[in-house]
C-alpha cells in the first residue's frame, strides 16, 4: 500500500507570513497533484506535476516534485486569509489510475 | 463547461436502509472514479469505470456497495443494506482518457446512517 505523509497538520500563521507543506512517501510516483477543499465542497485541482525535479508556480503558489518523485512541497508566498482552507496531495502510482491522498494540511491564515 | 455533479449533496438514512447516490461527470472524461472519506481519515479510492466498465473496484469496502454507470454517462453507486460505519463523504471524480489522467471531483455526498 502506497502511503502519503503530509506535514503539518494544522497550521496558523499571520498574512504576510511565507510557509511550506510537504508531502513524503517511500514510492515512486507517475504524477502527484495538489488539491485545495473548502468546507462542504470537493477538491479543487491546483496543479498536476510529472516530471522529477519540476517547479510550478500559480500565483503566490509553488509547487515542487522531488528528483525522485516520491515527495513534493508547496510554498506559499506572502499569505493571504484568502489561503484558508484544506490542502490535499494526491498521487498516482505507475500503471494505476488510484489516487493516493495524503491526510492533509488545514491552513488557517490569520488578518 | 459543467464541472462534476453529485446528487444528493447530504443524506440521512437509517441502518439497514438503502441509498443511491448519482454522479454525472464533465461532459466527455471517459474515465469516473469514486472515492470516500470516513470521519478522521484521508480520502481513499473505491472504483474506477473507463466508460461504461468497471477498470478497478479494489477499494470498494463489501458487497453490500454496488456502482453502475450504464451507458457510460452518469454514474450511480448504491449501499444496501447501509452500516453505521459508511457514514462519511463521498466524492466522484472524472478524468480524461490521457496522461497524466489528472482527477476533478465533484463536491460530494455527505452520507449519515443513523
Known amino acids: 500500500t502506497q502511503l502519503l505523509e503530509q506535514s503539518p497538520q494544522f497550521l496558523s500563521i499571520q498574512e504576510g507570513e511565507n510557509l511550506t507543506v510537504y508531502c513524503n512517501s517511500s514510492?515512486?510516483?507517475?504524477?502527484l497533484q495538489w488539491y485545495r477543499q473548502e468546507p462542504g465542497e470537493g477538491p479543487v485541482l491546483l496543479v498536476t506535476?510529472?516530471?522529477?525535479?519540476e517547479v510550478k508556480k500559480l500565483k503566490r503558489l509553488t509547487f515542487q516534485f522531488g528528483d525522485a518523485r516520491k515527495d513534493s512541497s508547496l510554498h506559499i508566498t506572502a499569505a493571504q486569509p484568502g489561503d484558508t482552507g484544506l490542502y490535499l496531495c494526491?498521487?498516482?502510482?505507475?500503471?494505476?489510475?488510484?489516487?493516493?491522498f495524503g491526510k492533509g494540511t488545514k491552513l488557517s491564515v490569520i488578518p | 463547461e459543467a464541472g462534476v455533479t453529485q446528487f444528493p449533496s447530504h443524506s440521512v438514512i437509517e441502518k439497514g436502509q438503502t441509498v443511491t447516490l448519482r454522479c454525472d461527470p464533465i461532459s466527455g472524461h471517459d474515465n469516473l472514479y469514486w472515492y470516500r472519506r470516513v470521519m478522521g481519515k484521508e480520502i481513499k479510492f473505491l472504483l474506477h469505470f473507463v466508460k461504461e466498465s468497471k477498470q478497478d473496484e479494489s477499494g470498494m469496502p463489501n458487497n453490500r456497495f454496488l456502482a453502475e454507470r450504464t451507458g457510460g454517462t452518469y454514474s450511480t453507486l448504491k449501499v444496501q443494506p447501509a452500516e453505521l460505519e459508511d457514514s462519511g463523504v463521498y466524492f466522484c471524480?472524472?478524468?480524461?482518457?490521457?496522461?497524466?489522467?489528472?482527477?476533478?471531483f465533484g463536491p460530494g455526498t455527505r452520507l449519515t446512517v443513523t
Open positions: 514510492s515512486v510516483f507517475s504524477s
Open positions: 506535476v510529472v516530471t522529477g525535479g
Open positions: 471524480a472524472s478524468s480524461p482518457h490521457i496522461p497524466p489522467y489528472e482527477q476533478y
Open positions: 494526491a498521487a498516482l502510482g505507475a500503471g494505476s489510475y488510484q489516487l493516493t
